[in-house]
């Protein structure tokens, strides 16, 4: 096997230089951070507080308790905040090609499923950075899970930053321009996030519509939104465990095809020259 | 055994039923200039694109200094060092900050790549520059920035895809003169693509490429004969459209 020819410590450096890239443009780019801050902050602040007296909830696993309703949507935000960030991804990655910084990732000599898996774990990085910010935040909002919470839901969003990031990357080989990711907007983050169970537990959506649980019941993201919830508080939902490790070996392994030179997006691909 | 820089034998593809390249070979010596000359369309990028696995050739063989792309990727990378026709830097990051990215994509440790970077931005006379972002300098001085990126690694081939376009005159002299330095005090051989006759030297290893396939290969004076090379091309794709 042609890749056992690069050391240990070569394919560190390779993804150190990645992720020190990435964290570069992150740093350069304050408002990105704020964005990603402000977004569900709004949510929490704002609508959550204003549903709290609306929306009664029964106890639900993993709370032991009736929980405000900020209490229970801020597993839900968190999640929202990696799912915007595996977006936000899927654009540099678009923009990256369209300037053709791509291109130089692409033609290191180090295998393609490694450079593309080294840009995912970069971005996730960057999502957990901007999750526990949150967490930080929400603290002072009373939202309190218990302190090894804090600890244990760590795996978990790496876990699911990778699914949802995988899931950028994968978007992100079949976006042609960088025009194209209002459509992303429309089609993927607010769809995925709605019909979710992020903003409402699944019983309560069963009540309302069984089309629209069922809708729930199949996306990824409610099981992302789970695993966080389950984690936050110190358990495992295997369930949700398995539909995320699964998902993000679909994702991931469609990202890599789309960007085989034999296969996917660069064969198809044609240029002037 | 001394082995070409590059080898290609008996390549083709196909963009759906249009083909880009019919039945492709040629060679670079090592430690040569080699011009691919052709006009747009000819198949330069697609010929590029297959070397760099941009693409994957299906039919035919490719193999940089000795290691087959298809199956020796890794070892054929490594010693390929390319600069693209369109910009391939981060405009936003310091020509600096772009070599160490670079450089780690080649596994390179930190201390090694900072001596390099130092070494290579001297060669292409940008040491001054190390630190200002890509974005703040000249279309001439990014394009040596991006042949010194290429240098980072060391490597056998230098594949510069139309690397002087858009440059004003001085410019264009300039990366082409620090090319062919460069063959001297790196022992790299290069590939040079390129539609401009101006910049392919008697002396020169030349291949004609139009409509994607070989119409000549050889020194270019030899091609060139009596007529001039602008004749022979004239006449040589003429014939061929």
Redesign the interface.
Same mark, same amino acid.
């Given at each position: 096997m042609t890749e056992r020819r690069f050391p240990a410590r070569a394919w560190f450096t390779a993804f150190r230089g990645i992720a020190w890239r990435e964290t570069l443009r992150f740093v350069q780019q304050r408002g990105r951070f704020l964005a990603a801050l402000v977004r569900p902050l709004v949510w929490l602040f704002i609508f959550a507080a204003g549903f709290r007296a609306v929306l009664g909830l029964s106890i639900t696993p993993p709370y032991q308790t009736y929980v405000l309703y900020e209490v229970y949507v801020t597993p839900g935000l968190v999640a929202m905040i990696q799912l915007f960030n595996g977006m936000q991804s899927s654009l540099s990655m678009v923009h990256d090609r369209e300037t053709g910084a791509m291109r130089t990732l692409l033609v290191s000599p180090f295998p393609r499923w490694f450079l593309l898996g080294s840009k995912l774990m970069a971005g996730v990085i960057v999502s957990i950075i901007q999750a526990y910010t949150f967490l930080a935040i929400a603290w002072f909002w009373d939202i309190r899970p218990p302190a090894w919470g804090y600890a244990a839901v760590f795996p978990a969003l790496v876990l699911s930053g990778l699914m949802l990031g995988a899931l950028g990357l994968f978007l992100s080989s079949a976006i042609r321009q960088l025009e194209n990711f209002a459509g992303v907007m429309n089609f993927v983050i607010f769809p995925m996030f709605f019909a979710s169970s992020a903003l409402y537990p699944l019983w309560r959506m069963n009540e309302s519509s069984p089309l629209l649980h069922d809708i729930c019941a199949a996306n990824p993201f409610t099981y992302a939104v789970e695993l966080i919830r389950f984690a936050l508080y110190g358990e495992m939902n295997w369930l949700a465990f398995g539909v995320v490790a699964g998902c993000l070996a679909l994702f991931f392994g469609g990202a890599v095809f789309m960007y085989d030179p034999a296969k996917g997006l660069w064969a198809r691909r044609k240029e002037r020259g | 055994m001394t082995t070409d820089a590059l080898r290609i034998t008996g390549l083709s593809h196909r $963009?759906g039923s &249009?083909p880009?390249l019919s039945d492709v070979s040629l060679t670079v010596p090592r430690g040569s200039f080699t011009a691919l000359l052709g006009v747009? %369309?000819? %198949?330069? !990028? !697609?010929l $590029?694109?297959l070397v !760099? #696995?941009?693409?994957?050739n &299906?039919s035919g063989s490719i193999e940089v200094a000795g290691y087959d792309v298809r #199956?020796?990727?890794?070892?054929? @990378?490594?010693r390929?060092g &390319?600069v $693209?026709?369109? /910009?391939?830097?981060?405009?936003?990051?310091s020509v600096a900050?772009n070599l160490?990215? *670079?450089?780690?994509? *080649? %596994? @390179? %440790?930190?201390r090694a790549a900072r001596d390099r970077i130092a070494q290579v931005l001297a060669q292409v006379d940008l040491e001054s520059r190390a630190g200002d972002r890509v974005s703040a300098l000249s279309g001439g001085q990014q394009r040596r920035a991006e042949i010194a /990126?290429a240098l980072i690694h060391r490597p056998d081939l230098l594949l510069l895809?139309?690397a002087t376009v858009g440059l004003d005159v001085k410019s264009r002299a300039e990366v082409l003169a620090l090319t062919r330095r460069l063959i001297a005090s790196e022992g790299v051989s290069a590939l040079w693509?390129t539609h401009i006759l101006d910049e392919i030297g008697p002396d020169d290893a030349l291949v004609i490429l139009h409509k994607g396939r070989v119409l000549q290969s050889g020194q270019a004076a030899a091609i060139a004969g009596p007529a001039g090379l602008t004749q022979t091309f004239l006449s040589l794709t003429g014939a061929a459209a």
């Open positions: - | $963009f &249009v880009a747009n %369309g000819a %198949g330069k !990028t !697609t $590029f694109s !760099t #696995r941009l693409y994957s &299906v #199956r020796q990727p890794a070892q054929a @990378m490594a390929l &390319v $693209f026709q369109s /910009r391939a830097l981060d405009a936003d990051l900050q160490a990215y *670079h450089a780690a994509l *080649h %596994g @390179m %440790g930190r /990126r895809d139309e693509a």
